[in-house]
């Protein structure tokens, strides 16, 4: 899989989706003006993404595990944006529906003065059905 990296912008977030070293963050205010455009690229690969992990579970030996965990670190997203988080948690779901080898874990950071964000991450956690872990930016 090729990494998949977006640089920042003062309307768009940072993505860093790296499978060599197994690290991959979505960080940054995230409200482009152009939210299909900047999101689909991201939709892209994770879509390709869940394809390589059908085929990783198959290859797996028994016993073995992997875990990908993604991080969220937005300091604010508008309602566009949002729909599209959503299809995110949707495939990493999916992802972890493929098998018992393969887990998708969420780490959704919030910034404790705004409980917007934690109450957000909230909702993705419930409607996504993915365990999501909390945790207070620095």
């Known amino acids: 899989m090729q990494d998949l990296i977006i ?3 003062v309307c768009t977030p940072e993505v860093s989706f790296t499978p ?11 409200r ?6 900047f999101y689909s690229p ?6 390709k993404f869940e394809a390589h992990c059908k085929i990783l579970s198959n290859t ?14 937005l300091v604010y997203f508008n309602s566009e944006s949002a729909q599209y988080l959503m299809r995110f948690m949707k ?7 493929i ?7 969420v780490c959704w950071f919030y910034d404790d003065q705004n409980e917007r964000i934690k109450d957000a991450g909230e909702e993705f956690e419930e409607l996504s059905g993915i365990p999501f872990e909390f945790c207070e930016m620095d």
């Open 91 to 97: 495939i990493m779901r999916a992802i972890n529906k």
């Open 32 to 37: 482009p003006e152009d939210v299909a455009q």
């Open 42 to 47: 991201v939709l892209d690969w994770l879509e």
């Open 7 to 9: 640089k920042s912008t």
């Open 60 to 73: 797996l030996e028994h016993g073995a595990r992997s875990v990908f965990k993604f991080e969220f670190a």
């Open 99 to 105: 098998s018992a080898k393969i887990t998708v874990r």
């Open 20 to 30: 060599q070293t197994n690290e991959y963050w979505i960080k940054g205010e995230s």
